[in-house]
């Protein structure tokens, strides 16, 4: 239903409630809150304790507002409490003063001072609060209250709109689950904990049966089997292109090429998912697909997130490989030069193309592609991954992923692929030294990272934002330039990215520190997928509480690129946990573990697109047995409706659809 229908929703409230993605009376139910406050009155008696406590009461003096500042005012006035008279303060709440009448009956939270018989609110409730209630919290932004969230979902629940059942009755009644519609009612408006606990349960149940739903039907779809699946592949064929690169693989690398030719050589369509650590070498896995397409006679195509990284993968591919014909498409070719490529694909004179979303458009066609491959594929979107794969009949597929996640997470949430795990690094790394900094370590922090710049090795040093509006504690780009300057004894090269900046200047600034050009490269986070730099040997991330595990690793792996001992230093005024993490290890894998202990999978909802995968109330990592099950159920459900086309099953035989549709 419109949300325009519901009375005491207007339009300047709908402009918001957009803003936030809510455009009908679903999305607004399904708009959950994300923790809840328990309100619990007490008396203020002997025991009070120095802790924040909710007291009833009545107002018994008019407040007196003093203003002390601009922008610092102070509000006072008396109040009895359980017939117990004190006097309260609050600090930048003089708006309040007009609701504050005497013999008006409010609640404070705050603390008391027993010595000067004093309460210093944080807050005053406009009601007598006279038992424990439960408020539900929502993620809100600047110009939407609250409070106005509360009333347009409390008014759409009262006008009585249907709510769809959407798991399988016999599954709802295997689990005795509660309706979604009690369940919707109870999450916003909580009456007791264990009622609460259900409508979340049967929330949660919900989200993560129908994502397994999807990730079965997508394994049911991608296991394609046909003759014309089958690529020839020459017993020497391997052996001869290994012959031609410069180093040796990994035992991991060599799996993963094996599996790669099983899927080639077999029936099934290929669907493979190449899992790898940071740095452990997945893009010469590819390459190596890449050239054994080519000798099955197909065409491939290597799609990147960045252009950065399409044209360090075009650089590397014709380095190590030379009788193959490479294009690059990336958006910032002229027209011409666009179309020059896109005539050559199509007529069948380039076996490899490499590009970023560029060449996902309409008007690049293939002769005869044979090889998707997507790097860093949780950058992309389904659609847009698959608008590549739909440009041939018979497309193999592969991904490349460098979020290192457990085992039993990835066979889960990538249930739909085959998976090759490249955990290895190659012979000769060593592991990079990491160390956590205080601020005021500031002198030993730069000299160290002036010994690596002495050596000729390059610094990488990331800022975690771009410039500091705000004000606040952190340090921007321009901040840090000047740091480094006063504390370097030598002037040295030093360049600046981050994302803001155009896709050329982006490119300009990369080569030129790629080249050697420069020494020192201040960037934000936008450096952190995927660049190959071997001569970098430092990388200092300031703030670096601010980043979770899987950034800092990621950021981490941009040093330790070769033999050369790398050193990353992380600044951070705050002790936490994660910063531990990265000094006790390198493996991303076991890191990615341990931030599943630390933070649940927050840091975990990059690793497939937003598109596959956006949970309102279910986390992977907490709810990860209600996950299992549901695994199981959708495995079944599938299973025994898929003949029939879920006929039966109008919602689920709409998904369906609309997931063929987009195929
Ligand atoms: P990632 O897995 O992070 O994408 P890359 O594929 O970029 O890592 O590889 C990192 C670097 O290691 C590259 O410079 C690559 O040439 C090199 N490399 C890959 N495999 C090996 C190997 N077996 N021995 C030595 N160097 C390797
Ligand atoms: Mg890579």
């Not at 038992?131 to 979902?153: D, F, Q």
């Amino acid at each position: 239903m419109e949300l325009s229908k519901i009375k005491g929703i207007g339009p300047k409230t709908i402009e918001y409630l957009n803003k936030i993605n809510i455009y009908d009376c679903d999305s607004l139910l399904r708009y959950y809150p994300y923790r809840y406050n328990v309100l619990t009155p007490t008396l203020l008696d002997d025991n009070t304790s120095d802790e924040t406590i909710i007291i009833p009461g009545t107002i018994t003096s008019l407040p007196k507002v003093s203003y002390i500042k601009r922008n610092f005012n102070r509000l006072s006035f008396t109040f009895e409490t359980n017939k117990i008279p004190i006097n309260v303060v609050i600090f930048n709440r003089a708006f309040l003063a007009r609701n504050l009448t005497i013999g008006k009956k409010v609640t404070l939270v705050g603390k008391y001072n027993r010595l000067n018989n004093q309460f210093v609110a944080a807050d005053i409730l406009l009601y007598e609060l006279k038992s424990t209630k439960v408020e539900p919290v929502y993620h809100t932004i600047n110009g939407l209250k609250m409070s106005t969230i509360t009333k347009s979902i409390n008014n759409c629940l009262l006008s009585n709109i249907e709510i769809k059942e959407i798991i399988p009755e016999y599954i709802t009644s295997k689990y005795d689950f509660i309706d979604t519609k009690a369940a919707i009612k109870e999450i916003h408006n909580p009456s007791n904990t264990n009622l609460l606990k259900s409508a979340r349960l049967k929330l949660i149940y919900e989200e993560l049966f129908e994502f397994m739903f999807k990730i079965n039907i997508m394994k049911y779809k991608n296991q394609i089997y046909d003759d014309f699946s089958i690529k020839l592949v020459e017993d020497n064929a391997l052996e001869n292109i290994l012959s031609s690169i410069p180093f040796s693989l990994t035992n991991d690398q060599l799996s993963a090429i094996n599996e790669i030719i099983s899927d080639f050589k077999g029936f099934k369509r290929m669907n493979r998912l190449i899992l790898g650590d940071v740095g452990s070498g997945k893009t010469i896995v590819a390459f190596i697909a890449i050239i054994l397409n080519k000798l099955s006679g197909f065409q491939s195509a290597l799609l990147a997130p960045t252009e950065v990284l399409a044209h360090q993968h075009y650089e590397n591919f014709i380095s190590l490989f030379k009788d193959i014909k490479v294009g690059l498409l990336v958006g910032s070719l002229t027209k011409k030069e666009k179309n020059e490529i896109i005539e050559k694909l199509k007529n069948n004179e380039i076996d490899l193309l490499i590009g970023t979303h560029a060449m996902l458009e309409e008007n690049v066609e293939f002769a005869n592609i044979g090889l998707v491959i997507t790097d860093e594929q949780h950058r992309f979107g389904v659609n847009q991954r698959k608008s590549l794969q739909n440009k041939g009949k018979y497309v193999d597929v592969l991904y490349m992923s460098a979020t290192p996640i457990p085992r039993t997470y990835a066979l889960t949430i990538y249930g739909d692929m085959d998976i090759s795990y490249i955990k290895e690094k190659p012979a000769g790394r060593k592991d990079i030294i990491t160390k956590q900094y205080k601020f005021k370590d500031m002198k030993k922090i730069v000299s160290t990272i002036e010994e690596e710049l002495e050596n000729g090795h390059q610094a990488y040093v990331i800022a975690p934002l771009i410039e500091d509006e705000n004000n606040t504690e952190l340090n921007d780009l321009k901040q840090i330039e000047d740091i480094l300057k006063e504390n370097l004894k030598k002037n040295y090269n030093v360049g600046i990215l981050h994302g803001k900046m155009k896709q050329v200047e982006k490119d300009k600034v990369m080569n030129n520190f790629k080249e050697g050009n420069l020494d020192i490269l201040i960037s934000t986070t936008v450096i952190e997928v995927g660049v190959d730099v071997k001569n970098a040997t430092i990388i200092t991330i300031f703030n670096a509480e601010r980043f979770g595990l899987a950034t800092l690793h990621q950021l981490r792996g941009r040093v330790g690129r070769n033999s050369l001992q790398s050193k990353c230093l992380l600044i951070s005024d705050k002790d936490t946990e994660r910063l531990s993490v990265m000094e006790e290890s390198n493996d991303g894998f076991y890191i990615s573990e341990k931030d599943f202990e630390i933070r649940g999978s927050g840091d975990l909802f990059g690793i497939r697109q937003s598109g596959d995968m956006t949970f309102k109330i279910a986390d992977i990592r907490r709810d990860f047995k209600i996950l299992l099950q549901c695994k199981k159920d959708a495995e079944d459900f599938v299973l025994n409706n898929i003949e029939t086309d879920f006929r039966d099953y109008s919602y689920y035989k709409d998904i369906l659809e609309h997931l063929i549709n987009n195929n």
